[in-house]
């Protein structure tokens, strides 16, 4: 299928040079001025000349210097070929090295702090089957059309006749003052030629705080079903971006409300829901987990510990029960939700390493905190520590963004016995040096020591060790773990072979 450019006969109509944008917007920059004293701009514009094409910067640089976010990503199309263009700025700007991509018709160069990426105007067409494009040489006009919003069509020219002035052909700077999100065609023409722009519109509206325009929100809605011929990873990156937005639940409403939520994330809509008996009820565990990933949000950008927060609750569903006697139950969410987090980060293509052991380790131990607000013993943190490692910091991150009511009052009192137990870890920690430690005496020193070959009474003696000083028993001390595995030995009939400490 053929795009074609609705506006193009009017194309002039929608041009505005920045000087009066900025005037619009009451803003002290002087757009112009800051091109012109741009050597990478002015690069572009001069090879352009030289090669007798036109250049433009287009997209998200543009609509980032509008709404004056920081950007260092800058692309530009050019009418001809983008990859000549590339190596004639590289050989202006004295940058020897230019990535290009054949097959794509695109080249990179990295300048400063600065990626420029050249890519040849081009007009695209789309099978049923598949998101990729079949392409065609195209004008700035065919260019802009193909773009998935309005606010990422914006194009700054860098031609010497109208150099600096902005061309806005579906009125991209009107839904970037209204903060909207709409597509420039159709809205079931640009999500059903490329699923994935559905995704990225939930996406910037999560990242800018913007609304979806209604009959683009009404159209991912209905081409939801699309996204099936994206790769997960595709997926997967979008869901990030949004997890990092800086409000990520509104993302997740959205995802949930258009429906694709469920098609990527079943799980997660699981928790949805309020169910009564007895006239008893839990609470809706969707909304209670997007307030603790806000929570978590507000006071850390990590990625992984977001996800923590997303998966902290998932196994509430499967292991929801109700008692007569204290109403709803979801016993052993915790270890059932962490024994889930492999299989949905495989699922979803997410890394299988590291990352993935930490949210498991913070699902399954994301109760043990809170639980001590009760009866905060020594052993007890002893314990915590221990198997929260480095990782107890962040987990009580997303104990003390676990803490959620509606009821002020009662949050306020839980965070002040939550206090307490963040006290006592710090006390504990500086007397006993618990976390991530290693009993004193190793499993290879035992074996010396007693002249015996490796099997299971070697971890039974080091589990002992490790039990008693996590108890309290004895001191985290080499003199006093090997006094206990001399007591330990003589229990089970095992003789010294050395008997020196």
């Known amino acids: 299928m053929e795009i074609r450019c609705v506006d193009a006969e009017n194309y002039s109509l929608f041009r505005l040079t920045f000087a009066n944008l900025l005037l619009q917007n009451n803003s002290s920059v002087n757009f112009s001025v800051q091109l012109n004293t741009n050597l990478a701009f002015k690069a572009v514009a001069q090879a352009a000349e030289r090669l007798g094409v ?24 050019c009418v001809g070929s983008g990859i000549e263009l590339a190596k004639e700025v590289a050989a202006m700007l004295g940058e020897k090295q230019v990535t290009i991509f054949k097959n794509f018709g695109t080249a990179n160069i990295r300048h400063g702090d600065l990626e420029l990426e050249f890519v040849g105007a081009r007009k695209e067409s789309y099978r049923s089957e598949s998101r990729k494009p079949i392409v065609e040489d195209g ?14 069509a914006l194009a700054i020219s860098l031609v010497r006749k109208n150099y600096g002035e902005l061309l806005d052909p579906f009125g991209g700077v009107g839904h970037l003052k209204e903060s909207l999100i709409k ?21 910037f509206a999560s990242q800018l705080n913007f609304d979806i325009e209604a009959d683009t929100f009404e159209a991912i809605g209905r081409n939801k079903e699309r996204l099936k011929i994206v790769s997960m990873e595709r997926i997967s990156d ?5 997890i990092l937005s800086p409000v990520p639940s509104y ?9 694709i939520l469920k098609l990527i994330f079943p799980e997660m809509v699981a928790l949805h829901g309020v169910e009564y008996q007895d006239n008893k009820a839990h609470k809706d565990n969707f909304y209670h987990t997007l307030q603790v990933l806000d929570n978590v949000s507000k006071v850390s950008p990590d990625l992984w510990l977001r996800w923590a927060a997303i998966l902290h609750d998932i196994a509430k569903p499967v292991t929801k029960r109700f008692d007569k006697e204290v109403g709803w139950t979801f016993h052993g969410h915790e270890d059932k939700g962490a024994r889930m987090v492999p299989g949905i980060f495989r699922r979803m293509k997410l890394p299988m390493n590291e990352k993935m052991d930490f949210v498991q380790k913070l699902v399954r131990l994301h109760l043990r905190p809170i639980a001590l607000v009760k009866e905060v013993t020594d052993s007890a943190i002893r314990r915590l520590l221990f198997e929260a490692g480095n990782d107890a910091d962040a987990l009580m991150i997303l104990c003390r963004a676990d803490i959620t009511s509606k009821n002020s009052e009662k949050v306020a009192k839980y965070l002040k016995n939550f206090e307490k137990v963040q006290q006592k870890m710090i006390e504990v920690e500086e007397k006993d040096q618990v976390r991530n430690f290693q009993p004193p005496i190793d499993g290879d020193e035992i074996m010396t020591i007693f002249d015996i070959e490796p099997g299971r009474i070697i971890g039974d003696i080091k589990d002992q060790i490790k039990e008693a000083i996590l108890d309290g028993q004895i001191k985290n001390d080499r003199q006093e773990a090997y006094a206990l595995m001399l007591k330990i030995a003589s229990e089970k009939g095992i003789h010294l072979k ?3 400490p």
Do not use: H, W
């Open 54 to 77: 036109e250049a433009y910067a287009v997209g998200g640089y543009v609509r980032d210097l509008i709404l004056q976010r920081p950007s260092k990503d800058v692309d530009f199309v």
């Open 139 to 152: 004008t700035l006009e065919d260019d802009q059309c193909r773009r998935d919003f309005t606010i990422n």
């Open 183 to 203: 597509t420039p065609l159709s809205p079931d023409i640009t999500f059903s030629d490329d699923p994935l722009r559905m995704m990225r519109a939930i996406r």
């Open 238 to 242: 979008e869901l990030n971006k949004i």
């Open 251 to 259: 993302g997740f409403k959205l995802l949930f409300q258009s429906g």
């Open 498 to 500: 050395i008997n020196t």
